[in-house]
């Protein structure tokens, strides 16, 4: 029999960092949501009904020997222990008072990302086509483009997602006698899925009467279809570029660079394939970190691309310097350039004022970290004021007024001097008036907008393209998400 539908890759990368992703080797035969392509090891030595106990099973065991459990807000816990038979590995096992138990075999460097993500990475607990997951209701696509304000991803839903059951795939002829469960002691992970995963499944479904608890294999999960997923949809490096408007040569490669590319949905003999919109959130991202520095560039004297604040300083350092030594010569018996060596006058001026220009926006001592924390302090002060002001009169509501105008003014400085942490900037004023003041992003975003074209120098159009890029998600207005 072929494999699971949509397999592509030796099991679904569990999302991990930004872009790079875990690949879970093997599921446990007791498992309620099988992962499409892996073999399934006989996980009968686990005490699957008591965490302790699992994690029991290598902390404290040895050298190299290690467990953990914790529990879940939702009720579950989850525990994982490095298996003694076969160090190279350990378990991870995921459990949901309605959606069951997760039975994982991963690496063992790699289980301590698996319980980050399982604890707190708000992306749910089964992972699909390069990160892809589900939360026990929806299907949501990897997370890439964050949400400072809430300090998680944005969770992105899957259009026309149809879950695919263990109960679906069994519905079809399988031959589980070609099968086999694997003993963990022997066992080594494959690079290439099983070729016959159906029948593998069907020798998973005849062992699920030995499990009193297992969910019956209409309600366990294997895997995903989506308009979004299918294989002649999928777009290569080149259109990975197209959609973030870049240079195909200006894409990482993916040898050395795979963490500032996106999680691949399948892997092919000629590269990685992205779906559409996965490569869109990329991009998204993308614009938010870099965009910034694109679209408040300027070119210096020398030709160089550089803030445009820096390029201002410069400029005005070298007219300083320039007029200094024009009346230096001009009082001076003996004159150290002549009146019409101008262009020798200016390059000196713009040489000596380079190094003073840089020295306001780098280096140590630099004032941009006591600046950030001014700023923010600034901004979110004068939002507190509106939350007292609105608690006095009794409103239900604080009516947010403009940001002064000599924070804007200073906001725009440190912006156009440091424009690649404008995203950051923003996002931590919205944290604290979220998390402090209980204001909503979006109001505190519309704010934003409203007090820049007020008072900014920049033109309209900057403004608003620089706060769609670096504003995070849950700040901008529905209609622009």
């Known amino acids: 029999m072929g494999g ?57 065991q040895g050298e190299g020997l290690w467990g953990r459990t914790d529990s ?54 089964l992972y699909r086509h390069g990160g892809y997951w589900w939360d026990g209701s929806a299907w949501h696509r990897p997370g890439q483009v964050l949400d400072r304000a809430f300090e998680h991803y944005d969770p992105r839903p899957v259009r026309d997602a149809i879950t695919i059951t263990a109960a679906d795939l069994l519905a079809q002829p399988a031959t589980p006698a070609s099968a086999k469960v694997t003993k963990i002691a022997d066992f080594t992970a494959s690079e290439t899925p099983l070729p016959n995963w159906r029948d593998h499944l069907a020798l998973w479904a005849g062992h699920r009467h030995l499990v009193p608890d297992a ?48 999680p691949p949905q399948a892997h092919t003999a000629d590269g990685p394939r992205w779906s559409e919109p996965v490569a869109r959130d990329w991009a998204e991202r993308r614009r938010s970190t870099e965009g910034p520095a694109a679209l408040l560039a300027a070119t210096t004297t020398f030709g160089s691309s550089q803030p445009r604040g820096l390029v201002t300083d410069h400029n005005l350092l070298t007219k300083i310097i320039k007029d200094s030594l024009e009346d230096e010569d001009t009082k001076s018996s003996k004159r150290r350039f002549a009146k019409t060596d101008e262009k020798r006058s200016q ?33 979110v002060g004068g939002l507190a004021d509106d939350v007292e002001r609105a608690r006095k009169w009794n409103k239900k509501e604080p009516s947010l007024g403009d940001i002064r105008t000599d924070v804007v003014k200073l906001l725009d400085w440190y912006i156009q001097r440091n424009p690649g942490a404008t ?34 120098e920049l033109d309209g159009k900057t403004i608003d393209t620089l706060l769609d890029m670096t504003l995070p998600p849950s700040a901008k207005h529905r209609d622009d998400r």
């Open 347 to 379: 390059e000196t001026a713009a040489t000596l004022a380079w190094w003073p220009a840089v020295a306001l926006t780098e280096g140590p001592g630099n004032l941009f970290s006591a600046l950030r924390t001014t700023l923010i302090e600034a901004v």
């Open 215 to 262: 969910l019956p294999p209409d309600r366990c999960v294997v895997d995903l279809r989506a308009p979004e997923l299918e294989p002649n949809r999928l777009v290569d490096r080149a259109g990975l570029a197209r959609i973030a408007d870049i240079a195909l040569n200006d894409l990482p490669d993916p040898k050395h660079g795979r963490r500032d590319l996106p």
């Open 72 to 125: 879940l807000r939702d009720g579950g816990w989850v525990a994982f222990t490095t298996e003694p038979k076969n160090r190279t590995f350990a378990w991870a096992v995921h459990f949901h008072p309605e959606y069951g138990r997760t039975v994982l075999l991963v690496h063992d460097r790699d289980w301590s990302d698996l319980h980050y993500h399982w604890m707190y990475g708000s992306s749910g607990f």
């Open 423 to 456: 995203a950051g900037l923003f996002g931590e004023i919205l944290l604290i008036a979220r998390t402090r003041l209980d204001l909503a992003p979006e109001h505190v975003g519309r704010l934003l907008r409203r007090s820049f074209h007020l008072d900014s």
């Open 4 to 60: 699971a539908p949509g397999i592509s890759q030796k099991g679904p990368p569990i999302l991990r960092g930004r872009s790079v992703v875990i690949l879970p080797v093997a599921n446990g035969l007791r498992t309620d949501h099988p992962v499409p392509g892996l073999p399934f090891i006989n996980d009968e030595r686990l005490p699957l009904d008591n965490p302790d106990a699992i994690e029991r099973t290598g902390r404290n």
